[in-house]
Structures are given as structure tokens and as C-alpha cells.
């Protein structure tokens, strides 16, 4: 009786409506990287993302958003980052980065 209830389990089909909150220190990471470290960083940070987005705590859709938008406050812009940060998410949805 003193035990809280155990948290409600998400259903397979439940739709992820996760903000990319889960990815503000990932990305303020990345925002500081400086050049030399900026495509190491985005990588790091969008496989981080991957782990969520296979965990359904994260949609893809608000993790590219993020990674974007962090990408940019870096100076990294265009198809590079798009590559890096397809690649990272990949990655981490499969369990293999670094």
C-alpha cells in the first residue's frame, strides 16, 4: 500500500511527441564546438539522439530539428551536416558509435 503505483508502460503505437528536450546538452555541445571539433561533435551528439529516438523517447523528425539547429550555432551548414547527422542518428538507433 505505501508503494507508488508503477509508471504507465507506452504503448508500441503510441505516437512520440518528444519535444528534443532530452538533447539540450548535446546540442549546446555542439553549438560551442569549435572548428576541428564541430563534424565530431554533431556526430557524437546525433548518435545520442539516435539511442533516444530507438528508445521512442524522441522523435526523429525533433531530433534532426535540434541537431540542426545546433549545427548552425556552429557554423556547420548544408549536406555536410545533413550527412553527419543522418549517419549518428543510424548509428545510434543500431547500437553502434563510440
Request: with cysteine.
Given at each position: 500500500?505505501?508503494?507508488?503505483?508503477?509508471?504507465?508502460?507506452?504503448?508500441?503505437?503510441?505516437?512520440?511527441?518528444?519535444?528534443?528536450?532530452?538533447?539540450?546538452?548535446?546540442?549546446?555541445?555542439?553549438?560551442?564546438?569549435?572548428?576541428?571539433?564541430r563534424?565530431?561533435?554533431?556526430?557524437w551528439?546525433?548518435?545520442?539522439?539516435?539511442?533516444?529516438?530507438?528508445?521512442?523517447?524522441?522523435?526523429?523528425?525533433?531530433?534532426?530539428?535540434?541537431?540542426?539547429?545546433?549545427?548552425?550555432?556552429?557554423?556547420?551548414?548544408?549536406?555536410?551536416?545533413?550527412?553527419?547527422?543522418?549517419?549518428?542518428?543510424?548509428?545510434?538507433?543500431?547500437?553502434?558509435?563510440?
Amino acid at each position: 500500500m505505501l508503494m507508488p503505483p508503477p509508471p504507465s508502460a507506452r504503448r508500441a503505437h503510441e505516437p512520440i511527441t518528444g519535444s528534443g528536450d532530452g538533447l539540450d546538452g548535446p546540442a549546446r555541445f555542439v553549438g560551442r564546438a569549435i572548428k576541428g571539433q564541430r563534424n565530431d561533435s554533431l556526430f557524437w551528439a546525433a548518435c545520442r539522439a539516435g539511442e533516444l529516438v530507438a528508445k521512442r523517447e524522441l522523435s526523429e523528425a525533433a531530433a534532426v530539428s535540434k541537431l540542426t539547429e545546433a549545427a548552425a550555432a556552429a557554423g556547420l551548414t548544408g549536406r555536410e551536416a545533413m550527412n553527419t547527422i543522418a549517419s549518428g542518428l543510424r548509428a545510434g538507433k543500431a547500437g553502434r558509435h563510440g
